[in-house]
C-alpha cells in the first residue's frame, strides 16, 4: 500500500488510499451529541437519562467515581446506542443508587466493586506477569478480562489460569488471543529513526511555546532523533520518553522552533480532520486509529487501565480497543469523530486482515507527563 509523506511545515499523518476515504467520508461532517441538562426532567419529577457525548460521558464517569467511593462504584461504560452512560453500582447502596440517577447516568446493579477489581489486578499483576498476558477491567461484563497470546502455554498457561482461579467466581475470565502481543515497531516508511519506523500521533505545543509531537514511547526508545525520509536529515529531537512502566510515550520537539504544526490528522483524499480537544476514552466509545502502515480503521473501546506484559517489559494504565493496528503504526492517533484526541498506538496481538486487540497510551497522561497541550 502506498503512502504519501507529508512535509515538516504540515506534519500530520498519511493516509492511506481508497480505505481512508471511505472512513472519511463516515467520519465528516462531524455528528455532535445533544447535550440534555443534568436530570432533563423538570421540578422535582422523575429524573431521566441524559443523551451525552462520548467525552461528556467518560467526564462524568470521572467526576461520579470519586463521588461514589470504591465500595459502591464498580465501574461505568458508554451505551453509544442510547447516547447514555451507565454506572455500576456495587451492592444495595440507595444512596449511591440516588446520586447516579440524579447525575442523569442509567444505574446499574452488580457484584464487584471498583475496590474488589482493583485488588484483583494486584493480585494478577503479582501472580501472572508473564510475557503475553494483558488484563483490564471491563464495566459491561463488571469483571477483569484476561488475554492470553500464542505464546502463553505450559507452565506460563498454568501459572495465569490458577491465579485467576484464585480471584473467585466472577471476578475474572480468561480470552486467547491467536497472536503474540508486541509494540507496533518496525523499519519502514512514516517518521524515522534508527533504522525504525513509527508514527506521528498528535502535534502539541510545550510549556516553553515550542512545537512538537507526542508518538509511543517504545519509539524513543529506539533513537533520539526522527526525520521524514529513510537516512534523511533529523528534523524532530526526543525530549522525554517512557516506556515500559507507566505508559508508552514520548514528546518530540521539532529542531526549527518556526515548524507549522497544525493540530489535525491526515484522513486521506486531501481531507484533515481538525483536532480541537483531549479527552479520557469511555468503554463503549466509537474511535478511530490512523497509521503509517494501515491508514484509518475504526473500533471500539473495550477496556480502560489496561496492563499489557509485552516481552520488553509491563506497560500499565493503557486503552483497550477492537481496533487493528500493525507493525508502524506506534505512535500513531486515536480519536473521534468530532476531532477529540484520544490515545497514541502502543501494541497488540493482530493485525488489519483477522483482527486482534490493540492497546493505546491516554493522550492525557501523556499531555499531563510531558507540560504540553493538543494545538
Known amino acids: 500500500m502506498s503512502h504519501r509523506r507529508i512535509p515538516k511545515r504540515t506534519a500530520v499523518l498519511a493516509g492511506a488510499g481508497a480505505v481512508a476515504v471511505a472512513v472519511a467520508a463516515v467520519l465528516l461532517p462531524h455528528a455532535n451529541a445533544s447535550q440534555a441538562g443534568p436530570g432533563s426532567g423538570s421540578g422535582d419529577g422523575p429524573v431521566t437519562p441524559r443523551k451525552l457525548s462520548a467525552a461528556s460521558a467518560a467526564e462524568l464517569a470521572r467526576q461520579l467515581g470519586p463521588r461514589l467511593g ?19 453500582v456495587a451492592g444495595d447502596d440507595s444512596k449511591a443508587k440516588d446520586q447516579v440517577t440524579r447525575s442523569g447516568a442509567v444505574v446499574r446493579s452488580v457484584r464487584n466493586s471498583s475496590a474488589a477489581l482493583r485488588s484483583a489486578t494486584a493480585t494478577l499483576s503479582r501472580g501472572a506477569s508473564v510475557p503475553g498476558t494483558a488484563w483490564a477491567v471491563d464495566p459491561r461484563t463488571n469483571q477483569i478480562l484476561v488475554t492470553a497470546d500464542r505464546t502463553v502455554t505450559g507452565e506460563r498457561w498454568n501459572t495465569l489460569e490458577s491465579t485467576v482461579g484464585s480471584l473467585g467466581e466472577g471476578v475474572a475470565r480468561i480470552q486467547k488471543s491467536a497472536g503474540e502481543f508486541k509494540p507496533f515497531l518496525e523499519g519502514g516508511d512514516a517518521i524515522f ?183
Open 70 to 88: 470504591e465500595s459502591a462504584y464498580g465501574g461505568a461504560y458508554y451505551d453509544a446506542e442510547k447516547q447514555r452512560l451507565v454506572v455500576n
Open 193 to 375: 529513526g534508527g533504522g525504525s519506523r513509527c508514527s506521528l500521533g498528535f502535534n502539541v505545543t510545550t510549556q516553553d511555546g515550542r512545537p512538537g509531537f507526542l508518538t509511543a514511547g517504545h519509539c524513543a526508545v529506539a533513537t533520539d532523533q526522527w526525520s521524514e525520509t529513510p537516512d534523511g536529515a533529523p528534523v524532530g529531537t526526543v525530549q522525554t520518553g517512557v516506556f515500559p512502566g507507566d505508559g508508552d510515550f514520548a514528546l518530540v520537539t521539532y529542531d526549527d522552533p518556526g515548524t507549522d504544526a497544525p493540530s489535525a490528522v491526515d484522513l486521506g483524499g486531501g481531507r484533515d480532520l481538525p483536532i480541537l480537544r483531549a479527552a479520557d476514552a469511555a468503554v463503549g466509545q466509537e474511535v478511530f486509529r490512523m497509521g503509517s502502515t494501515t491508514g484509518l480503521h475504526g473500533g471500539q473501546v473495550v477496556g480502560l487501565n489496561a496492563t499489557v506484559n509485552y516481552p520488553e517489559g509491563t506497560v500499565t494504565g493503557l486503552i483497550q480497543t477492537t481496533v487493528c493496528a500493525e507493525p508502524g503504526d506506534s505512535g500513531g492517533a486515536l480519536f473521534t469523530r468530532d476531532g477529540t484526541a484520544v490515545g497514541l498506538t502502543s501494541g497488540g496481538s493482530g493485525d488489519c486482515t483477522s483482527g486482534g486487540e490493540t492497546f493505546f497510551q491516554p493522550v492525557t497522561t501523556a499531555l499531563d507527563a510531558v507540560g504540553a497541550e493538543i494545538g
